[in-house]
């Protein structure tokens, strides 16, 4: 079974910048999008952002202009940079891909187990 990695969490200070990434367990040959989603304390899951596979994106209102997502060529990574950070986005932040052929085989849908993103003074 393919699985997604999602790494580069942790504490940063209001203002202050984190990026994330997301690996796949194998080789990702297609995909029909990516996208982040975050879950913050007694909160339900709410959607970051999806990007395409022709690049297309669409941010929630609540980190556009602050956060930055990105994929590498082979298309076995996906990344969010997050700038200007807030104290509401503390949250675990989880990678989302829809739609995967990883090593030859299709997956409709993969979710990576989370990474912890926590802004505190």
């Known amino acids: 079974q393919a699985q997604l990695v999602e790494s580069g969490g942790g504490l940063v200070q209001p203002g202050g910048s984190l990026r994330l990434s997301c690996a796949a367990s194998?080789?990702?040959?297609?995909?029909?999008?990516m996208g982040w989603y975050r879950q913050a304390p007694g909160k339900q899951r709410e959607l970051v952002v999806r990007?395409?596979?022709?690049?297309?994106?669409t941010y929630a209102d609540s980190v556009k202009g602050r956060f930055t997502v990105s994929r590498d060529n082979a298309k076995n990574t996906v990344h969010l940079q997050m700038n200007s950070l807030k104290l509401e986005d503390t949250a675990v932040y989880y990678c989302?891909?829809?739609?995967?052929?990883?090593?030859?085989?299709?997956?409709?849908?993969?979710w990576g187990q989370g990474t912890l993103v926590t802004v505190s003074s």
């Open positions: 990007i395409t596979n022709d690049g297309s994106t």
């Open positions: 989302n891909v829809v739609r995967a052929v990883v090593d030859g085989i299709r997956y409709p849908e993969l």
């Open positions: 194998g080789t990702i040959t297609s995909f029909y999008d």
